[in-house]
């Protein structure tokens, strides 16, 4: 079955700092490629996704992913985080059975201090 | 309606008894789907409906969950005889059939469960 890693479970930055949350998961072939966050008390929204075609997606707020195959990895990165960046962020693919849901990664929590 | 709705927001529940959570999808999504989120765990996907079918139950952690969909639309989640361990955050999901695997999920807020 399909599995997701996030490599960080809390990470603490200053504002203005560059940001790259690691995601990996088990296996390739045709894989489509989700990043969602939940900020404090809110549910969790789509921040990107991969679908096909070029391997670095931008999604809002700034923040970008790259696929890369090879790796099996779809990292989330933001030149320069905000303090209302402050939020847990997942990673989630294909389970690819029949049933379409998403395997989630356990969440990287993002603190950004002012 | 305009997005996906789940009630209560808050339960609190004592040990040994019953709880119904309910979830209102967007209108036309035929998709629905059950998570549950504890503390440091992510989340740990439950049951999926297409419908009013859930051809798989196996995500339930056990006998004492169940759920049910009716007239495609709103959907609850039943535990019964809750124990402390069912504490956690119960979230709905819901997207066009099998579109989740390439657009994703539309989620609600949850239901935080406490179970005292």
């Known amino acids: 079955a399909q599995s997701v890693s996030q490599h960080n479970h809390h990470v603490i930055l200053s504002e203005a700092a560059s940001l790259e949350l690691g995601c990996n998961y088990s296996?390739?072939?045709?894989?489509?490629l989700f990043w969602y966050v939940q900020y404090p008390g809110q549910h969790l929204q789509l921040l990107l996704k991969?679908?096909?075609?070029?391997?670095l997606v931008k999604g809002i707020k700034g923040f970008e992913a790259e696929f890369i195959k090879s790796k099996f990895s779809f990292n989330l990165r933001k030149p320069s985080v905000q303090w209302s960046d402050t939020a847990e962020y997942f990673c989630?693919?294909?389970?690819?059975?029949?049933?379409?849901?998403?395997?989630f990664g356990k969440g990287t929590k993002l603190s950004v201090k002012p | 309606g305009a997005g996906v709705s789940q009630s209560p927001s808050n339960k609190v529940t004592e040990k040994g008894k019953d709880v119904e959570l309910r979830c209102d999808p967007i209108?036309?999504?035929?998709?629905l789907y059950w998570y549950r989120q504890s503390l440091g765990q992510g989340l740990e996907f439950l049951i999926y409906?297409?419908?009013?079918?859930?051809?798989?139950k196996s995500g339930l952690p056990s006998d004492r969950f169940s759920a049910e969909r009716t007239g495609g639309s709103v959907s609850t989640l039943t535990i019964q005889r809750t124990q402390q361990e069912d504490s956690a955050v119960y979230l709905c999901?819901?997207?066009?059939?099998?579109?989740?695997?390439?657009?994703?999920?539309?989620f609600g807020s949850g239901t935080r469960l406490t179970v005292v």
């Open positions: 209108s036309g999504h035929t998709a």
């Open positions: 991969y679908f096909s075609g070029d391997p």
């Open positions: 296996y390739g072939g045709t894989v489509n």
């Open positions: 409906f297409q419908g009013n079918s859930a051809p798989d």
């Open positions: 999901a819901s997207s066009l059939a099998f579109a989740a695997t390439n657009y994703g999920y539309t």
């Open positions: 989630a693919v294909p389970d690819g059975g029949s049933q379409g849901n998403l395997i």
